[in-house]
């Protein structure tokens, strides 16, 4: 089959400079003889342009070198179509990317690419919003409102940022449904995992997986700040899971459950993120897997 692509890149994503990325590509495409060509990413998200032109154009493969704000906007205008979602991970994160272990070195990353070989991957809708890597709300949403608002991105300015947010310790009030049972909590934040991390090889769903069908969710409730921060970092660090709500949820520091689908009544109105990137929070959260949403290029 022949390859034609589309090169979608973020100047602004993380914090490398794109030139020798633009010519890396440039002198390895051509020298596949592969037509391809390259797209700024749009500052308002909207890609339903993209539609029409693959179409037309007989796209096989979009290619976006960017973070998971980025795929999220692209693959959501995709869903619907037959394409092939390639990621050279250029943002401040990378949590699908490298969940799908995608090299961050972009020429590693090309060679995925090039050898073509894709797998189906999960997303979810959360409010009929979609997500393709991991949401939440709470303290890590904080945080990623508060990185929205920051002149320099980049790993140092998000832990700056979650550093800030955690001596400004907060919880937030949740009822959450999820497989018959009702869940009432004091929680420091809830997250929906599709990956299996952050981003930066930080781990907080452990068991999840791109393409079970499963959404991951981890809930680390109320405690002293000090616990809470120990049991986090054991969590992250041990991949310690219980995949179950046998106990009760206020006895234990994390809680992780594995769904379909959950509702989350926010009744504190904490704040919301989809994909790293901040989202305005609603007071009740209808949160469903799609299995199989799109097909990526992965090693």
């Known amino acids: 089959m022949n390859r034609k692509f589309i090169y979608l890149i973020n100047p602004i994503s993380g914090t490398k400079n794109k030139g020798p990325l633009i010519n890396h590509i440039f002198s390895k495409t ?3 003889n592969i037509p ?3 797209i700024d ?3 308002d998200g909207d890609y339903s342009f993209l539609k029409e032109k693959i179409a037309a154009e007989q796209i096989t493969d979009v290619i976006i070198c960017g973070g998971d704000g980025t795929i999220n906007q692209v693959v959501k205008a995709l869903l619907t179509v037959k394409v092939t979602i390639g990621i050279i991970p250029m ?3 990378n949590g699908l990317a490298l969940a799908a272990r ?3 070195n972009y020429r590693k990353a090309l060679e995925i690419i090039f050898n073509g070989k894709t797998s189906l991957v999960d997303g979810f809708y959360v409010n009929n919003q979609f997500s393709c890597m991991l949401s939440g709300l709470g303290f890590d949403a904080q945080v990623a409102h508060d990185f929205s608002l920051q002149k320099s991105r980049g790993l140092f300015t998000y832990i700056k940022q979650s550093l800030k947010n955690f001596f400004n310790y907060k919880t937030y009030e949740f ?5 018959g049972e009702r869940i009432n909590t004091d ?3 809830v997250s929906i995992a599709n990956s299996n991390q952050f981003g930066n090889y930080i781990t907080i769903a452990p068991q999840a997986s791109l393409h079970d069908g499963l959404l991951d969710i981890i809930i680390v409730n109320k405690k002293n700040k000090v616990f809470t921060a120990f049991s986090l970092l054991q969590h992250i660090k041990l ?3 219980k995949a179950d709500i046998s106990n009760q949820t206020k006895k234990k520091s994390i809680t992780y459950l594995q769904s379909t689908r959950l509702t989350i009544e926010n009744l504190s109105l904490a704040p919301l993120h989809i994909d790293g990137e901040p989202y305005p929070t609603a007071a009740n959260i209808e949160v469903k897997v799609i299995p199989s949403a799109f097909n990526l290029l992965q090693p």
């Open 36 to 38: 391809f060509e390259i």
């Open 175 to 179: 009822i959450i449904h999820i497989n």
């Open 41 to 43: 990413t749009k500052k």
């Open 239 to 241: 991949g310690k899971v």
């Open 102 to 104: 995608i090299s961050k």
């Open 187 to 189: 929680a420091f934040f």
């Open 91 to 93: 943002g401040s994160g």
């Open 30 to 32: 051509s020298e596949r």
